[in-house]
Nanobody, 125 residues
Framework: QVQLVESGGGLVQTGGSLRLSCAASGRTFSSYHMGWFRQAPGKEREFVAFISRSGQSIYYTDSVKGRFTISRDNAKMTVDLQMNSLKPEDTAVYYC??????????????????WGQGTQVTVSS
């Protein structure tokens, strides 16, 4: 089992940057794929970024490509999301998630097994 704790959210102006971090517990972190999702008020949770257990495969939703960067450090058991050029439409609660490495890449949040508590990101216009 994996427990996840996000940090790094906050309030930022349009065009600004934030770095989210997710700290994991458990001895098998390196065997899990990791992802970031977000949920805006009144909307369904949506996929943001994926990184495979080895870090070799990375995917982003189209709206954040070129602005967000996902990375992981298996030794420190952390996964980060660097967010640049933030826009008001990026405002949401951001969640870190994990799924066993035996699973395929999946953009559907319902296919992920473990979740953090979420961290609020607010981008003001």
């Amino acid at each position: 089992q994996v427990q996840l704790v996000e940090s790094g959210g906050g309030l930022v102006q349009t065009g600004g940057s934030l770095r989210l971090s997710c700290a994991a517990s458990g001895r098998t972190f390196s065997s899990y794929h990791m992802g970031w999702f977000r949920q805006a008020p009144g909307k369904e949770r949506e996929f943001v970024a994926f990184i495979s257990r080895s870090g070799q495969s990375i995917y982003y939703t189209d709206s954040v490509k070129g602005r967000f960067t996902i990375s992981r450090d298996n030794a420190k058991m952390t996964v980060d999301l660097q967010m640049n050029s933030l826009k008001p439409e990026d405002t949401a609660v951001y969640y870190c998630a994990s799924t066993p490495g035996s699973n395929c890449y999946n953009m559907d949040y319902r296919g992920w097994n473990y979740w953090g508590q979420g961290t609020q990101v607010t981008v003001s216009s």
